[in-house]
């Protein structure tokens, strides 16, 4: 949690540092969605807000905060659950276990920068996410189930061969189509009766939960057409602006800031090599800033 975005997993600090052990993974992801559970099935309100640190320091601090229904009995079930899907995951070059670890950590780290904004930041608005703790326990869940079983193989290419997935899946976000199969099917399994009552009080939660995670999870097929236009087409609807516009400006910000970098390490470089003074090296970099800026 206390690592910045691009170097979620990196590192040796074993508390942090990517790792193959499928049971370590277990008991991260275990962690994550436990919390995300908690969040789900305490009164609004309980927590000062819905990030991962909020949630944690509250229950150390008020213990009696903790659910009553999520007893070690539920806390077994979830675990043996996450194992079975994460050692469903394939030893492929990309699609493996770690990829899974990756992407669920950074799942969680999205949902925390979205929901924990720096004090004095104004709060972006979230379409009722931040305070939404059912979809936010979608998103680490679909992340973790988003690639189990995968082939290695891309869609396009398994229908080009008539695989078995393609012919069962009739040509359409076959990987995710399997992916989500694999989850919702062990899901509902028996022996996850007790952990299914706890998150899922009601029907119409399990509906929510099944229709949220069915979009999400095939909202990861890049590579089709459809699903990409569905996805522009809700951006639209919630931002107002296209995709592609909102996207063209993030990318002409990156490319300034990258160029800033470029063009103050290149003075950190000459002062190194001339021994410029403190005062040069500030002039240069000030002067840089005020042709940017008038540039951008």
Known sequence: LSQEWSTMGLGEDPAVASS??????????????????????????????LSTTSICRHILVNPGSWPESVTDDVIDQLKNYVFKIVSGYNDNPYHNVQHCEHVTLSANKLLDMIINVPGGEPKPYTY???DDPLMQFVQVF??????????GVP??????EDDDLAIQYN????????????GFSELLKPEYERLRNVIFPQKDDYLRFR????????????????????????????????????ERRVLKEMERRHSM??????????????????????SELSLDSQVMAGTA
């Open 20 to 49: 193959p052990d499928r049971n370590v993974i277990t008991e991260r992801i275990t962690a994550l969605l436990l919390i995300r559970m908690v969040a789900w099935l305490q009164p609004r309100g309980t927590f000062p807000d």
């Open 128 to 130: 009722g996410y931040r």
């Open 142 to 151: 679909s992340a973790l189930i988003h690639d189990v079983e995968h082939r």
């Open 155 to 160: 869609n396009r290419q398994l229908a080009v």
């Open 171 to 182: 040509d359409q976000s076959i990987a995710e189509m399997r992916s989500l199969y694999i």
């Open 211 to 246: 229709t949220a995670t069915v979009n999400l999870v095939l909202t990861t097929d890049l590579a089709s057409p459809d699903r990409a236009q569905i996805g522009k087409s809700k951006w639209k609807e919630a931002f107002g602006d296209d995709y592609e516009t909102v």
């Open 261 to 282: 970098r470029g063009r103050k390490a290149a003075v950190v470089q000459q002062a190194g090599n001339r021994r410029m003074s403190a005062h040069s090296i500030m």
